[in-house]
T-cell receptor, first 114, second 114 residues
Framework: GAGVSQSPSNKVTEKGKDVELRCDPI?????LYWYRQSLGQGLEFLIY????????KSGLPSDRFSAERTGGSVSTLTIQRTQQEDSAVYLC????????????FGEGSWLTVV | AQSVTQPDIHITVSEGASLELRCNYS??????LFWYVQSPGQGLQLLLK??????LVQGIKGFEAEFKRSQSSFNLRKPSVHWSDAAEYFC????????????FGKGTKLTVNP
């Protein structure tokens, strides 16, 4: 597609439920990133994919968070047993190779855990 | 590992006044440097980037930034601010090779008074 597409754009879930957030990167972009942005905070790096591999998952805050990428394209970020502190905007981004090339962001998935 | 500091959390300027947003980075080698802007409820838009070469970089919307290696800085400037520039501005640093993720500062919120 023309830009990075994320779904859902908004999600309200109950504490303890699992959620899946989807990212469809720009066609041809091999690098994909997930970031989290909490209210009043900057962007917190979560995980980086190059193709289907995740060479850097150092930012995942706990083992409740996982992500996968299939076919070198779509990625899913899964949060299990959601907690209220998981409420944030989850931003996906992609680029042709890495930060040596421009990184383009989606508009984010707003997650609210009640 | 790289890091970014944006010393000013919030800046207020009058429309038509000049603007400078500060960014200091920490990285052992030559970094990739970026400025992104985020309007309320929007994704991040790239304003400009520095990879190498000329240390004064021109971007969109009349913004420019200057890379100063001796000061580890990459400050964003605009000679005359418009009301539509009100937004949050994020500086980011990327590393050559390795994870190639971007590390972001916590952002500077810009308010423009009429």
């Amino acid at each position: 597609g023309a830009g990075v597409s994320q779904s859902p754009s908004n999600k309200v879930t109950e504490k303890g439920k699992d959620v899946e957030l989807r990212c469809d990167p720009i066609s041809g972009h091999t690098a994909l990133y997930w970031y989290r942005q909490s209210l009043g905070q900057g962007l917190e790096f979560l995980i980086y994919f190059q193709g289907n591999s995740a060479p850097d998952k150092s930012g995942l805050p706990s083992d409740r968070f996982s992500a996968e990428r299939t076919g070198g394209s779509v990625s899913t970020l899964t949060i299990q047993r959601t907690q209220q502190e998981d409420s944030a905007v989850y931003l996906c981004a992609s680029s042709r190779r890495g930060s040596g090339n421009t990184i383009y962001f989606g508009e984010g998935s707003w997650l609210t855990v009640v | 590992a790289q890091s970014v500091t944006q010393p000013d959390i919030h800046i207020t300027v009058s429309e038509g006044a000049s603007l400078e947003l500060r960014c200091n980075y920490s990285y052992g080698a030559t970094p990739y440097l970026f400025w992104y802007v985020q309007s309320p409820g929007q994704g991040l838009q790239l304003l400009l980037k520095y990879f190498s070469g000329d240390t004064l970089v021109q971007g969109i919307k009349g913004f420019e930034a200057e890379f100063k290696r001796s000061q580890s800085s990459f400050n964003l400037r605009k000679p005359s601010v418009h009301w539509s520039d009100a937004a949050e501005y994020f500086c980011a640093v990327g590393a050559q090779g390795g994870s190639e993720k971007l590390v972001f500062g916590k952002g500077t919120k810009l308010t423009v008074n009429p």
